[in-house]
């Protein structure tokens, strides 16, 4: 028998199939120093090579190693597959906030990653740690915590994940090392003064099937064989085989499990560890005494006190939701009793005949004069600031990102309007807002081609709804209303005004160029999929496409879409499915960004009332034909604008050619 092969025998005498985790763990001291020098070492951008990121250790070891008010550390989400979370502690409790990986898409069809907290995003996740600790910053406005102390590793990141691996089944999920059955397991914790120490705990002689030992550890194989991300800081080295694959050995001679190969402790795909499972024999963790004077993690040790049963986690999607909505739910109260199913609308948001005006009679009939006059007043009292901010609050309304009742969100089943726009049952709301899409842009179009003054004067007002569109734009992040807006500037009765646009070009030079190089590129990018606003500067998505294509049957659409006028036509629509799947995600943080860009602000009642979609479908239509059907009555005014706009510029005749 060679050296080799004795190498591979235990004190025992009984075979132990060599993995390299198990290398890793019985790696020396000196071999794991230099092994966290080069992480160290490695490019600023890279969270790897600052101390605070801990990698994928467990939520309950985070808050045992963050003891005074301002300690931190940043781990991944166990969770939110390429997520992150920053753990910390204030005011004598452990916080956890998540930090959302996004990519943004730019101008010139690149794309970038954006980290995101709360409502501010970062380039790369140490400076959104700098901005933090350096302008001493709350993370939250509600709670006020503050991030002062870092809490740098002290052990490579593949050593503790390999740790957290063996210590815990399988990335912390099987059960407590009381339930595993075997002669001895070995229970590891890491300490600064030892490196290394080791326990036997003794176990049942009896041992389960390897399939069962497996599914101890919560892990099916859909979930095995997806665990490479790339999204994962430690995830651009190759992957060894050895960690592909879980791999356990049977010994024969006293039927032990001996060793367990993990899948690779270098991706991030997961479902929350629990740390101390459940234990038939309430064996308490082992404490952790963290220092009270230093900042290095000293440990990672499971929490004290005796262990509680914690369930498999789910193996399925729709499983781990229903656990988790299960835990949202007052100890008591079961799912069944309280859950309500969602209404399904059938009747559109839009009841113009029954809509309370105070800016025309009970009574009216199309464009009526005096309710035009003082319309066009209106609008010319304010600047394109507070009218974009009037426009902002009414879509925002009629979107359910804001004024969503406790109600609304149990008749609606989500907790957004935006979530609800991309679930079967949401149909009635994607018909109202591609209704109020189309109205504001004929009731801008209106407004411009009711200037029957002066070609200067039409130059000005053009002028200014270009304004209004940057400020939609830029500064309050409505994507709906901006597209609405661009959507009246493009088209052919207001772009055909020739003399109109060059007087624009001659007086307002600057409003012809940021409209002609900037907005209306911009637009376009947008429709093909290939360019979105920040998501930290959004209140309201860009969601026409999304809407056209979901509603492809009824929308009224002029011309053909983008994703049928360009031969990527198929990277278009997936484009804008995947970014339906964004929106839908994160309607939490646009009703921040929303009331974040409102905040203070005081609506005129009248203004507001312009931009209310049952006023302007009784300005537009009369009180009679607003009832009408949406396909008569876009047509009808199709002619109208046409009417406006030859009175405006007579169209040249071929004779006078």
């Known amino acids: 028998m060679g050296l080799s092969h004795l190498d591979n025998m235990d004190s025992r005498g009984e075979y132990v199939k060599f993995s390299k985790e198990k290398y890793l763990i019985d790696s020396p001291p000196e071999k794991l120093r230099r092994e966290l020098e080069e992480e160290l070492k490695l490019s600023s951008s890279d969270p790897r090579s600052h101390g605070w990121y801990h990698g994928r250790i467990p939520r309950e070891v985070s808050e045992t190693l963050v003891v005074r008010n301002g ?76 991030i002062h102390f870092p809490i740098n590793r002290t052990l490579p990141l593949r050593y503790l994940e390999a740790s957290f691996s063996l210590v815990n089944g ?88 001996v060793g367990m190969v993990p899948s690779s402790p270098v991706t991030r795909r997961s479902s929350e560890p629990q740390l101390c499972p459940s ?72 009841q113009p005949n029954a809509y309370p ?30 009218t974009a901010m009037h426009l902002t609050q009414a879509d925002c309304t009629v979107a359910r990102i804001l004024g969503v009742t406790k109600e609304m969100q149990r008749m609606m089943g989500v907790s957004s309007g935006l979530e ?48 209004l569109a940057a400020e939609l734009k830029s500064n309050l992040g409505n994507m709906f209303g901006f597209a609405a807006v661009m959507k009246a500037l493009e088209l052919p009765q207001i772009s055909r005004l020739e003399q ?7 007086r307002h030079t600057e409003g012809a160029i940021l409209y002609e190089k900037k907005l209306k590129p911009f637009m376009k990018s947008m429709n093909d999929g290939k360019e979105s606003c920040p998501l930290s500067n959004t209140s309201f998505p860009h969601m026409i496409p999304l809407l056209s294509l979901l509603e492809r049957g009824v929308a009224v659409v002029e011309g053909a879409e983008s994703w049928e006028s360009v031969d990527a036509g198929v990277d278009v629509v997936m484009s804008h499915l995947e970014a339906a799947r964004t929106i839908a995600h994160h309607g939490g943080i646009y009703h921040t960004n929303a009331e974040t860009k409102l905040q203070g602000f005081q609506a005129r009642a009248e203004v507001l009332e312009v931009f209310c979609t049952e006023f302007q479908m009784r300005l537009l239509w009369g009180s009679r034909g607003a009832e009408g059907s949406q396909g008569e009555r876009y047509e009808k005014f199709d002619k109208v604008l046409t009417a406006l706009s030859n009175k405006l510029e007579p169209p040249v005749r071929h004779s006078e050619l």
Request: aromatic fraction near 6%; include cysteine; glycine fraction near 4%.
């Open 71 to 146: 300690d931190f550390l940043v781990r991944d989400s166990l969770t939110s597959v390429g997520d992150y979370v920053l753990t910390s502690r204030w005011n004598q409790e452990a916080l956890h906030f998540k930090i959302s990986k996004v990519l943004v898409k730019t101008s010139d069809s690149s794309s970038r990653v954006q980290y995101l907290l709360e409502r501010e995003s970062f380039d790369t996740l140490p400076a959104l740690v700098l901005f933090y600790t350096g302008n001493r910053r709350p993370l939250s406005q509600q709670g006020g915590a503050q």
């Open 170 to 257: 399988k990335h912390g999920l099987c059960h407590s090392p009381a339930n595993q059955r075997g002669a001895y397991i070995k229970r590891r914790s890491v300490t600064m003064t030892d490196g290394l120490t080791t326990e036997k705990l003794p176990h049942s002689p009896s041992v389960p099937h390897h399939k069962e030992a497996i599914r101890n550890c919560a892990l099916s194989m859909d979930q095995i064989q997806d665990y490479r991300c790339p999204m994962s800081p430690v995830s651009e080295a190759p992957l060894s085989p050895a960690y592909s694959t879980i791999t356990r050995h049977k010994s024969p001679a006293v039927g032990r499990v």
């Open 279 to 350: 234990s038939n024999n309430n064996v308490p963790c082992p404490e952790i005494l963290p220092s009270t004077h230093s900042t290095p993690a000293h440990g990672y040790s499971q929490p004290p006190g005796p262990t509680m049963p914690v369930p498999l986690p789910a193996k399925s999607y729709v499983e781990r939701l229903q656990v988790e909505e299960a835990g949202r739910w007052p100890r008591g109260e079961s799912v069944e009793e309280s859950f309500t199913v969602p209404m399904v609308e059938t009747a559109s948001a839009f």
């Open 357 to 386: 005006s105070l800016l025309m009679p009970a009574e009216n009939k199309p464009l009526e004069m005096g309710v035009l006059k003082r319309v066009k007043e209106l609008l010319a009292e304010v600047d394109a600031k507070t």
């Open 420 to 467: 609800l726009l991309t679930l079967p049952h949401g149909r009635q709301l994607r018909l109202d807002l591609l209704e109020r899409f189309h109205t504001m842009s004929i009731m801008m179009a209106v407004d411009l081609l009711g200037c029957t003054g002066s070609t200067e004067e039409r130059a000005a007002l053009l002028h200014k709804t270009i304004q």
């Open 500 to 506: 109109t646009w060059m007087t624009l070009r001659q």
